[in-house]
């Protein structure tokens, strides 16, 4: 039965919301309390762009939490425990937060803007709660906001022919994660190479909200001829490039994880002083209890929208955070994770319904 979310003032429009709207968005998510476009009533044509040419994405809900001031060095490198002691100014980097026990509290990109300014691009947890009160609490110097800042993801193989045409050719050099500040007809942004997606392109940080519709429109126009269109973060992809989503693969809510399950365990140093470093310690000593996996579904099963278990013997033994049917392999693809050391027959139970699964590696593509 069709339904629909009532947007109210406790939800925040977006900087794109009515270039978005005009542009024939069909449905809305919400994340970081913001309305997310979920698809322009097309999405296997929306899921092509991002494969063969380019999509546009507004994913002003990956919102910023700013560290500015003397101390905003010393709080980013305590909020991971990803050395950072090597990052240069206009570099990125990927940065699993964890809370004091270790488990797994958001998985931002951290941007160094200047020794003293940095930006943590957030998933869907209030990381700026979190970085205030422990900056609070430290009693270090650092002011912890939330800049006017508004990200527009250009992404898929021909990102990089929008990117040039807009900004010039020297962004085809541009390193993955490294960034610059610039301007785009007298509209300030910063331009990095990333995105959440394997297939390669650009995001633009808009820092003036009020010229969301502008931006939206001067990437559209630039990208007509590269067959550009709107869309959103695509899931089947994301699951094809194993690529992970806090709050679906892992929340602290539920079905939580350390950086050792998920992958992250190459992005721990105990160099440094963390928030969870001695539940890290311990982690690292015994070794994880569960470990990430791709899963094979038999079949085309319907999505129920929320983690499920994966049984072994009729006995949960993990559990499956996603899953979808991918045209490009032929077969349901999902994520997961599983005790480790198991192997064999596994299965999940959708409806009453036993439908086998195979574990596989990740990536699938």
């Known amino acids: 039965m069709p339904f629909s979310i009532g947007i109210g003032p406790n939800l925040r429009k977006s900087a794109y919301y009515e270039a978005t709207v005009r542009d024939g968005v069909r449905s809305f998510s919400v994340y970081n309390h913001m309305l997310i476009p979920g698809h322009f009533g097309d999405p296997e044509a929306e899921y092509d762009r991002l494969i063969h040419s380019v999509a546009m994405w507004d994913v002003a809900a990956q919102r910023q939490v700013e560290l500015a001031g003397p101390d905003a060095g010393r709080l980013a490198q305590y909020l991971t425990p990803r050395d950072l002691g090597k990052t240069r100014i206009g570099q990125g980097r990927y940065v699993p937060l964890c809370d004091h026990d270790g488990w797994v509290i958001n998985d931002p990109v951290l941007l160094k803007l200047a020794e003293d300014r940095f930006w943590l691009s957030v998933a869907d947890s209030d990381i700026h709660l979190w970085a205030a009160a ?49 301007a785009l007809g007298g509209i300030p942004l910063v331009l990095a190479r990333s995105g959440w997606s394997k297939q390669g392109g650009f995001e633009l940080y808009l820092m003036d909200a009020a010229q969301g519709v502008a931006l939206w429109d001067l990437v559209k126009a630039a990208g007509a001829e590269f067959g550009i269109g709107p869309g959103a973060p695509n899931d089947i992809e994301r699951l094809e490039s194993g690529l992970l989503s806090y709050g679906a693969d892992m929340r602290l809510q539920s079905h939580r994880a350390n950086p050792f399950e998920v992958g992250f365990g190459k992005l721990v140093s105990f160099a440094h002083d963390f928030v969870g470093r001695d539940a890290l310690r311990a982690v690292a000593k015994t070794g994880p209890a569960r470990r990430l996996t791709g899963v094979v579904i038999d079949g085309q ?65």
Do not use: C, N
Not at 134 to 150: A, L, M, N, T, Y
Not at 309 to 331: D, I, M, P, T
């Open 134 to 182: 422990i900056g609070r609490e430290k009693g270090w110097d650092v002011q912890v906001s939330e800049p006017d800042v508004s990200p527009l993801a250009i992404q898929g193989p021909k990102a990089v022919e929008v990117a040039a045409k807009l900004f010039g050719d020297h962004v085809r050099e541009m390193r993955y994660f490294g960034f610059e500040e610039t």
């Open 301 to 365: 099963p319907m999505p129920p929208g929320h983690q499920v278990a994966l049984l072994q013997g009729g006995v949960a033994v993990g559990h499956v955070s996603e899953f979808a049917y991918s045209k490009r392999l032929g077969k349901t693809i999902g994520i997961g994770l599983v005790g480790v050391g198991l192997d064999g027959a596994f299965a999940i139970k959708l409806d009453g319904q036993d439908h086998d699964v195979t574990l596989a590696e990740l990536p699938f593509i």
